[in-house]
């Protein structure tokens, strides 16, 4: 499985083959150096870890420079770990360098990245709620989430709010999976992968682009 990390540059749109308007996203993915590769022998499972983005060695610690001096590469801000399901890592090296040409036109990639954090919201917002009526008799609880419980509704519990009620409390800023993305293109010169639709996070926000699973699996 092909794996890649990146920074999401922002959206814009194409044209595809009919002449119809595609929205996509581009994406700065790679090149990423092989830092460390993981064996079952050494430390019990088979992985691969990746860092991308160089960053001042002033900003890391000792045995932060002194592992990446082991892969002979600079400091990396964004450093991530795959693991291996089925494969060894043989083909990789440390010190290698993984680009963009690991994926292919019209190939089915994930985009794992952090949404947007958007603080405290309420039920409308954070969950689509619909409010109560904007009619007589409705006075301040317009956007309100209405009941929430009764005494001993979660009984044996200590008569508390059952577990995953839908209330208001932080919105975003969690980690988002935006499956079966098509790539419409690859730069390779330049390192872009543009991808349709839109993917999580902001524009400059890190990512990791994959191949699809699910794909993988509809074409076994």
Known sequence: ????????????????????????????????????????????????????????????????LGHVAKANTTPKK????????????????????????????????????????????????????????????????HRAQGSIASFASNAGMGAGIKRGKKMPGRLGGERVTAKNHSLVAVDKENNLLIVKGSVPGPAGGYCIVRSSKKALKAGE
């Open 78 to 141: 964004f450093i991530r770990e795959m693991q291996l399901t089925g494969e060894t890592g043989a083909e990789y090296k440390v010190g290698d360098s993984i680009t963009v040409s690991i994926f292919s036109e019209k190939e089915m990639v994930d985009v794992i990245g952090t949404s947007k954090g958007k603080g405290f919201a309420g039920c409308m917002k954070r969950y689509g709620f619909g409010g109560f009526p904007a009619s007589h008799g409705t006075e301040r609880k």
């Open 1 to 64: 499985m092909a794996l890649l990390l990146g920074k999401k540059i922002g959206m814009t749109q194409l044209y595809d083959e009919t002449g119809q308007i595609v929205p996509v996203t581009v994406i700065q993915a790679g090149p990423c150096a092989v830092i460390q590769v993981k064996t079952a022998e050494t430390d019990g499972y088979n992985a691969i870890q990746l860092g991308y983005d160089d960053i001042k060695p002033n900003r890391r610690n000792k045995p932060q």
